[in-house]
Structure formats: structure tokens, C-alpha cells
């Protein structure tokens, strides 16, 4: 009976553990590296300082940044937002791209030490997109 117990109670804290340790590598800073509009890279689609910062509460906050009138990088919006599960290894937190077009899908996982965010969105014109957002761990 005693080892009937300890089995139970060892599976019981395998199976709590699991989505932790998955949110957790989200966690840190993300600079903005590039993007890919329907698989062509563009390397200035925004100022290289755009961040997303994760926290240990599954809380985020992304900052994007545009080319200003006078040259330099400017602070566009900041975004306060909740990291959600989708399943095992990708996640959404209501990425918002700079461009004003509907995000119809959103997929964020890290690979490689990359954070990727996959979108499906469409313009006013109903056309379909599929961008992928690439933002590095910043060390």
C-alpha cells in the first residue's frame, strides 16, 4: 500500500510540472530580427530596437518601434498582453503587427533559441497573408 501511494504521488507531480517548464522558455527579452511576408525576408520591415519581454507570471510586453519622419527610431505602441496555451509547444499572447491588418491566426513557439511567431492575416481587401516573425533571446 505504501509504494501504491508513493507512485500516485510521484505521478502527480510529473503530470503539474509539464506546463511550467514549457512557459519558462519564454521568459527573458526578444529583439526583433526579421520577418517573412508569404516566405520573402524583409530585414527593415521595423527598427531593429522592437522587443517582446515575457515574465515568470505569463504576462508579456511588446514594444515596437518605426523609422520616424526625422530618421531615427521612435516608440510606435507598447502592448501589455497574457501568454495563452494552444497546445504542447505553441502559445499566443495577441502579437500585434505595426501594419493595421487583421491577425486571423497566431502561433508563438521558441526553436533554436528563437522566439517565431507565425500569423495568417488578412488586409482590407480580404487578401490572405501568412507572415513569420523572428525575435532572438537578447543576452
Known amino acids: 500500500m505504501k509504494y501504491f501511494v ?3 504521488c ?4 510529473i503530470s ?3 506546463d511550467d517548464g514549457n512557459r519558462n522558455v519564454f521568459i527573458g527579452k526578444w ?3 526579421t520577418h517573412f511576408e508569404d516566405n520573402t525576408q524583409y530585414f527593415s520591415y521595423q527598427c531593429k530596437r522592437s522587443t517582446i519581454d515575457f515574465y ?3 504576462n508579456s510586453v511588446q514594444k515596437d518601434y518605426v523609422i520616424g519622419l526625422n530618421g531615427n527610431c521612435e516608440i510606435f505602441f507598447v502592448k501589455n498582453s497574457t501568454l495563452e496555451k494552444i497546445n504542447d509547444v505553441e502559445y499566443k ?3 500585434i503587427p505595426v501594419e493595421n491588418i487583421a491577425v486571423l491566426n497566431e502561433s508563438v513557439k521558441v526553436q533554436n533559441d528563437s522566439l517565431i511567431i507565425d500569423l495568417i ?3 482590407d481587401s480580404w487578401t490572405f497573408r501568412q507572415d513569420r516573425y523572428i525575435y532572438l533571446r537578447k543576452r
Open 10 to 13: 510521484f505521478l502527480t507531480l
Open 121 to 123: 492575416r488578412s488586409d
Open 16 to 18: 503539474c510540472s509539464n
Open 56 to 58: 515568470s507570471n505569463n
Open 6 to 8: 508513493l507512485i500516485c
Open 31 to 33: 529583439e526583433y530580427s
Open 93 to 95: 499572447f495577441g502579437f
